[in-house]
T-cell receptor, first 113, second 114 residues
Framework: QQPVQSPQAVILREGEDAVINCSSSKALYSVHWYRQKHGEAPVFLMILLKGGEQKGHEKISASFNEKKQQSSLYLTASQLSYSGTYFC??????????????FGGGTRVLVKP | KAGVTQTPRYLIKTRGQQVTLSCSPISGHRSVSWYQQTPGQGLQFLFEYFSETQRNKGNFPGRFSGRQFSNSRSEMNVSTLELGDSALYLCASNSRGSNTGELFFGEGSRLTVL
């Protein structure tokens, strides 16, 4: 089942912060975050494994709450380059063989000067 | 290091036709997965190949098929095209043999079915 992302869209001024949530109805093994700019390929940001680990990429960080089966992506002091659509991708089990992600519907982020 | 290359980038077909899309992964990557991206459904997993074997398959009808060659290049085929097949088809390669690591996506093949 597809994870649910919220909000669907957010508009920020440069320097502002935002949080994007990704929730699943199933127990998750890992959550992956990607960003896709208009007309470009999705680009990997980070992976969070079961365990509540928090990671960072530039001033973008994320957390994974196992109890809630929810991951949150934090955009801190946003820059114009942060504009794009953010997708979370989930795995429900550590698959011994295979690469397969179930992606959320995406969150469109627009950072204005 | 060259990225993931997909061809063709754009194509237009009519209902009932078939189409073949090609993907060349990053050198050394043996896993290739395919995703369909549409405004309404987002990114949906089609299938994944590793060392010429299909390891995972998404919930798509049998009209969608794929294969992988010994050099890890992959093709996907859609037969008897329907209007709803209009989408951006993304290919992604991965260097890991198990568990999903970082996926490197190509820029996609945009298919329009008329």
């Amino acid at each position: 089942q597809q994870p649910v992302q919220s909000p669907q869209a957010v508009i920020l001024r440069e320097g502002e912060d935002a949080v994007i949530n990704c929730s699943s109805s199933k127990a998750l093994y890992s959550v992956h975050w990607y960003r896709q700019k208009h007309g470009e390929a999705p680009v990997f940001l980070m992976i969070l494994l079961k365990g509540g680990e928090q990671k960072g990429h530039e001033k973008i960080s994320a957390s994974f709450n196992e109890k809630k089966q929810q991951s949150s992506l934090y955009l801190t002091a946003s820059q114009l380059s942060y504009s794009g659509t953010y997708f979370c991708g989930t795995e429900i089990s550590p698959q011994a063989a295979g690469n397969k992600l179930t992606f959320g519907g995406g969150t469109r982020v627009l950072v204005k000067p | 290091k060259a990225g993931v290359t997909q061809t063709p980038r754009y194509l237009i077909k009519t209902r009932g036709q078939q189409v073949t899309l090609s993907c060349s992964p990053i050198s050394g990557h043996r896993s290739v997965s395919w995703y369909q991206q549409t405004p309404g459904q987002g990114l949906q997993f089609l299938f994944e190949y590793f060392s010429e074997t299909q390891r995972n398959k998404g919930n798509f009808p049998g009209r969608f098929s794929g294969r992988q060659f010994s050099n890890s290049r992959s093709e996907m085929n859609v037969s008897t095209l329907e209007l709803g097949d209009s989408a951006l088809y993304l290919c992604a390669s991965n260097s890991r043999g198990s568990n999903t690591g970082e996926l490197f996506f190509g820029e996609g093949s945009r298919l329009t079915v008329l």
